[in-house]
């Protein structure tokens, strides 16, 4: 094997010789084609962020056999307090992927979830605006406040709704 001046490697085999360019002018092409490719997924995240998914995948992935099941997504929302999940929202949580959701479909998932989604930083200068005193918290009822008096209005039961589902936590 021979490195050429291009940026690639020139593979021999007997006889035969195969051009292959540098992955990352590949990686270019493609994203200038406007196919991101899962094989490009871990690109879109710095080696902090991966580590941290990689964290939760091994969090959810209770059987540890590096898929992510509908049995895995029912012991995991269980041992938050989330008890009564019903099977069909499992299936849905599921179907949302094309096929098992090991490490690269989860990432992939979160990757096309995140795809115009404000930068970090820009979500929590949000927060702070919520959380004045910086607690680290917004208050039920300054949060309740926004949600039935701001831009596209809460009702009543739509809030105790909301609390239904996502309960405040209470220290």
Known sequence: MEVDRA??????????SIYVPNAPKKAKRRQA??????????????????QEYKEAFTIIDQNRDGIISKDDLRDVLASMGQINTKPEELD?????????????????????????????????????????????????EFLEE?????????????IKNMWAAFPPDYL
């Open 7 to 16: 940026g690639g490697e020139t593979v021999s085999s007997g006889q035969t």
């Open 33 to 50: 084609a406007g196919d991101s490719g899962s094989s490009n997924v871990f690109s879109m995240f710095e080696q902090s962020q991966i």
């Open 92 to 140: 849905a949580m599921i179907k949302e992927a094309s096929g098992p959701i090991n490490f690269t479909v989860f990432l992939t998932m979160f990757g096309e979830k995140l795809k115009g989604a404000d930068p970090e930083d820009v979500i929590i200068t949000a927060f702070k605006v919520l959380d004045p005193e910086g607690t680290g918290s917004i208050k039920k």
């Open 146 to 158: 926004l949600l039935t008096t701001q831009c596209d209005r809460f009702t009543k039961d739509e």
